[in-house]
């Protein structure tokens, strides 16, 4: 085996290789709809006796398909979670929840 032929095989795999790459990580990204953010104030449409709340907190996982949930202190003193994906179903909008 010449050289240029040992270089011109390197070069083919390490092409592939960052094809691969490349490839693998389009399918891993994933792209979440987030509808509240830190320091929103909502109000629940369907619990009004709660009063106004303020987003004190937002967790997010790293895991591909993993939950998103903000943490929101309301005027009743209690402090409740809900899941902010807003492509979800149980998304806190579609529960009710809407910014002030």
Partial sequence: ???TDFL??????????LAKILCYKR???????????VGD??????YPEWGSGLVVE????SVQGGSS???????????RIFDN???NATC???AGLRRR
Avoid: P
Wanted: net charge positive; charged share 25%; with cysteine.
């Fill in 1 to 3: 085996m010449r050289i």
């Fill in 8 to 17: 011109a095989t390197q070069a083919e795999i390490f092409q592939l290789v």
């Fill in 27 to 37: 399918i891993m990204e994933e792209t979440r709809y987030l509808y509240l953010k």
């Fill in 41 to 46: 104030w909502v109000i629940h449409r369907r």
């Fill in 58 to 61: 937002e967790r997010n996982s």
């Fill in 69 to 79: 949930y903000v943490k929101i202190a309301f005027r009743d003193g209690q402090t």
């Fill in 85 to 87: 994906n807003f492509k």
């Fill in 92 to 94: 806190c909008y579609h």
